[in-house]
């Protein structure tokens, strides 16, 4: 089946740890996303990849990075400068050119104690 | 600052009962529009979605939407919902061409049986 793999579905992290979010697609899709969902705020964009080893800053990248090394992979790092890292974060697919939809992965819920 | 605006969070109704969610965006320029749903412990999933032609359209499930480009809105519609209806819905838009989504806040849609 095609879709997008995000793992795992349930993270738990120290504070001060960072911690890497897995992002797999099979689409064939040039373009990869990564969103922060918190309830009453939407999905928020973190980064965006439109080709390999090309990402951009998307709206609230502080404390986050990422890694575009192949096609199919766009991993997410929350690390210990981002303050509020508890939250719903989800990835995503498209073609480049912006004239289809993006297709979501099942989300992983991080949470730090 | 570019935006799309949801209003009316949340919405609690009872089954058969016509919804309407209103989407505003102050983008300029050609926009691609879409709705999407996320189903409780579901991904997020398209509804439908508006690039060019015919203003209204048709989405799953009994969805529709409406563009007027005059009023810069997208709202979407369904003349009698179900139990199943239940979810968030999220309008959002990309520039003609450009392919990172914009998203509303989103709307929290009860049905009651």
């Known amino acids: 089946d095609g879709g997008i793999t995000q793992s795992p579905k349930y993270l738990f992290r120290k504070e001060g740890q960072n911690v890497t979010l897995s992002c797999e697609q099979n689409?064939?899709?040039?373009?990869m996303y990564w969103y922060r969902q918190d309830p009453g705020q939407g999905l928020r964009l973190i980064y965006y990849?439109?080709?390999?080893?090309?990402?951009q800053k998307g709206d609230i990248a502080e404390g986050y990075s990422v890694s575009r090394e192949k096609k199919e992979s766009f991993p997410l790092t929350v690390t210990s400068a981002q303050k509020n890292p508890t939250a719903f974060y989800l990835c995503?697919?498209?073609?480049?050119?912006?004239?289809?939809?993006?297709?979501f992965g099942q989300g992983t819920r991080l949470t730090v104690v | 600052a570019q935006s799309v605006s949801q209003h009316n969070h949340h919405v609690i109704l009872s089954e058969a009962a016509s919804l309407e969610l209103g989407c505003n965006y102050s983008y300029g320029g050609t926009v691609n529009l879409f709705w999407y749903v996320q189903y409780p412990g579901q991904h997020l999933q398209l509804l439908l979605k508006?690039?060019?032609?015919?203003?209204l359209v048709k989405g799953i499930k009994g969805f529709e939407a409406e563009f007027i480009k005059s009023k810069f809105s997208f709202n979407l519609r369904k003349p009698s919902v179900q139990w199943s209806d239940t979810a968030e819905y999220f309008c959002?838009?990309?520039?003609?061409?450009?392919?990172?989504?914009?998203f509303g806040k989103g709307n929290q849609v009860v049905v009651i049986p």
């Open positions: 689409l064939n899709h040039d373009a």
């Open positions: 959002a838009v990309t520039l003609y061409g450009n392919n990172r989504l914009a």
């Open positions: 990849s439109q080709i390999v080893n090309d990402f």
């Open positions: 995503a697919s498209s073609t480049r050119d912006g004239n289809t939809e993006a297709f």
């Open positions: 508006y690039f060019s032609g015919d203003p």
